[in-house]
């Protein structure tokens, strides 16, 4: 109700401000007995971590996630599995020049309205802080995942007006290993350069700039999904705009879609196993979800993120008293955010696969 | 669970096959004492129905909606709304054809797979018949906002990859009148006498086109959205993605604002009222929501909808034996659907909006 | 959220006031391919119906639901299941004399307060009336429990002071026969006729008694049920509380075993059937629920209720305008409840059960 | 779905285990504002703590509650508030002997059969242990709750067969005072003497017994509580069965109100204040619920524990294996749950009564 949880049977809920105690997230409705892999929680964290190359903010914080609840002898134990992340680097010094002044395109205003009080700290709760502890538990529910042959990939497709080209690999290995060979998070490494260079010209300016992440994921079953309401791609929909800074999501064919005829792209079904229950499609314009529900063909989508809203600029401004004033950024702070923000696209969509899995079997299983 | 459900507080439910006995749905969280107009509900389904004109199916249905509860002496008690809607014009027989083909683009063969049982009549519950439920769902919303002086606009925006200019009235009544001057339900008269064309030319041909529909919403008071999952645009994602054929959605800057810059894209704020409560911005990059959560602006968004399935055209497809069959679309379909989902759009922003408005209430209004 | 739902994954909402145009239920997430016996629903809404014996309301209502969607060639599609049971006999003329008066005891001064607006006609959305559509939902949840070997039966084990001795059988057939024997629907024949006589004497005297039911479920299988605030009889507890005149809720040794010491309150377990996922219990205090999950045995528990409010006798309240009057009960009432609210229980468990079987699968499934 | 979370607007999910790092709760939906008292936090907890007299458990345990997150400068934020309480006296030994014993009467058993893995330590996530959470919660509830005029009192009405009588005042400070002057926390002096003698008889012997507590709400407003399955009554129904041990629930006459008739059960309303929103009944029958609605008078209610199922006695058993054997307890148990239930009784009530204060709000606040 509070907008605080996710998920229907692997539901999350997370906790915390930028710069309180800690920040945190409870599982609840994960199956028992998944081994728990903590170096892997970690690889993911670290991905997101702040300080990680040039082209992101260089705040230092190590990002350790500690299981409280729910683990039994490395195996989930049906449960609710909490994990905390202390808040290191808080350097709430940092912020008392924006305490009373709402920043541009920032959430200080609407906060301060809808509440009638904030933590200003980095942003208390609206700081993209937050989406750790989101990391974490989509850690657990990539495990989840993993054991039923499902995997996610995402990476940076896109930063202002630089586009990559479509994927040259269907393998997700192969495609992680691109992508982490550079640190704009690319699978194209010539993209990858001039994005890197471009993000970097944009940081010495003292400006920030949007992108683009593209995300496949292979392996879902046929059956996956609920009509009506709660179709496979509106909670994935949910899910990505539910991140900082997204404001565009489409899945499939997408927007460029909307601008064909129904005889191009209409997918022709095919059956190359000669099974009835493995069917493919000759293309793939939706999406691998007709009518909501999974198909068995890959996932695909993409998510638009806007440029970071705190610049190193000047710019005139609003205070609590509803006086005109001046702010300018300070501390240390990403010039583009999408980097950072693949592993957050792979865990959200890991938490809706999750969920619908078990939401699924919740009415299939009966004999 | 079984996503036959929207809303968390203002809570709809819908029911019904496309040639079963009845469609409807219940509203469950309606306030009381909100004073029920048939004959605007009726007005809301006139807009969705079938049979409007020459660019809509030429199907015909009535799609009178009979209230079975929750209104008495013409109010609204705070008890569970049933709206019944009765299936007239079912024709069964149309669908022999397709009963054990899996057509192209439809959700025929997930369905199967999913419930090992579909009713093949017309898609079934996957028809976009059902959203004639979410349309008298959302004219009761619509009374509740048009109450708190909350207004919703929706017009179709591009068909193929003919687009309209920027709105030039930011009146919604005069919006509203331009809009339904003509079949296709664009405020642009000019651009909507090409569309309308050009749609009638795709339907001679025998093939579908896709298009976009583009929203205002005017007056959402600030403070209405929650943080963290359920970020009013979130939610607003979640309501479009849900309708039938929507394969795209972003509001404010949208995809476009991610090529931009943070200097450009920063939404200024000024007091021209000299109330600290009733801030504006000088530009609306954020569509009226920051963190989540209204600002008080106007909420922009825009919708994609991928070309209709069904074509008049052959087309290979699998049965549900495995084989490689044929198939040709039959009956009365639309060529774009675009026209006739502008109020199921509005209707499903109307019931994301009515649903914050009551989750917000629910821990504001504590003295 | 407004409270006319019941379960999370088999779940139902009800519709309808007493003498409005109709009551009805959406059953959402029910499986597919449940085969649906009307004569078996039928059977279930005769026995809650009004009129059936002289110790019941004479009102004549035929009670006929009408299955509008979710079923398809006589079986479940996994689509929401909507029954509607037309309101026949509604005689609002006879309930004008308590237009503005609060009736003791009822619902009328609470709803007036909470809502500001009531259908005052036989209670409205408060009557007993809206039960039958638990019943209906109910009559589908007992075919999908059957199906899995799962069993419930109740019976009014006492009226005012008369209690009935414990039940000699174990065999639910066995018990029904007993029970449905009997007008007042006491499976033990002697206690039967004494309620009887004691019933009719108050009905002659104008007045009503309280009374309570008892219940059994079979074969509910080891592990239904969730830790902490789902346990599978706070479930229960919450499904039997809300059936309305309902004062008590007991499971197991239920108030009794609050007078008890460990050591004789106990259940051994034991291993006749040398299986160490078989387990039994040499007693049955824990009523078949161990830390809120089914253990195999019997669940057992016992409902109070109310003497009904209604008297034929004069009695003082106060009118809307806050002044003293009198009021008299008109119409047709029962003078006790419990042998209608039988099938009412069973409903209600079954109901609970149902949706706990498809909880326990959702993450039990997973391999 | 998982069960660990209660409420739907004031709502909370709590984790942790018995012998794990920590246990813990957030908050999610609380409003914004409300003044944080964490002496007053720990004061609640210190009333369900471990150790405190000769008849509770010799386990000490200082259950100190660390705030996270959601407060700010002293006051709720309206974001998710974040307690943990870290687990100090683990001695996970004292479990060895029972690692692969089915306690009887206890959770062991289901749980292994349906999780198929289980923490066994003290119990797991079984434990009473995460009660505490719930009193960390509930003293959070009733901070805002007291701001509202609401105010709850439990105490230990009965123990084994003893029973204590009517309470002698209405007033609630009074009433503390005189329950806390002894350590059975029964508000009558002469039982709670007996209750204590026979408690320490009970312990000596190396037996349990189980108990009831009796509770009242005041100050609950005319309106809360929703209809049908959500009655106020049947909420706390669910929230009293949800506590471990309880196996009993009544609210106003109870089970002995159905053995009364009508004529003698019916509250007959008056005017005494002339204001015709704040009648009153002459007698509480109702137990301060109408239709499931809070009526304005007082709620009262009453709760029955089983005896503990730890006893100092051997007893035949059943391990994992299937083989019988025997199971003696060892460590520190209480002899009676009900003296250090007394807070958590208090604390699920304040949770349910802030959760329908919010609930209620949400489409009444509307202008």
Known sequence: MAGNSFGDVFRITTFGESHGEAIGVIIDGCPPNIAIDTAFIQSELDKRRPGQSKITTQR????????????FEGKTTGMPLAMVIPNEDQRSKDYSHIQDKYRPSHADYTYQM?????????????????TAARVAAGAIAKSLLAQQGIHIFAHVSGVGKIEAPNLTSADIDELVTMRENNIVRCADPATANEMIDFIDSIRKAGDTVGG???????GVPVGLGEPVFDKLHADLAKAMMGINAVHGFEYGSGFAGSEMQGSEHNDIFVNPDNDAAKLQTLTNFSGGIQ???????DITFRVAFKPVATIMRSQQTIN???ETTEITGKGRHDPCVVPRAVVIVEAMAALVIADHLLRHQSYHATK
Chains 1, 2, 3, 4 share one sequence.
Do not use: H, P, T
Request: charged share 25%; net charge positive; glycine share 20%.
């Open 291 to 297: 009518g909501g529900i999974a198909n068995g063909m």
């Open 212 to 218: 683009r992440i593209s995300a496949i994921i292979q």
């Open 320 to 322: 609590q008293a509803g």
């Open 114 to 130: 809808k509440y009638g009080i904030r933590d200003y700290r980095g942003g208390g709760r609206s700081s993209a802080r937050e």
């Open 60 to 71: 230092k914080e190590s990002d350790i996630a500690k299981i409280l609840s729910g683990v």
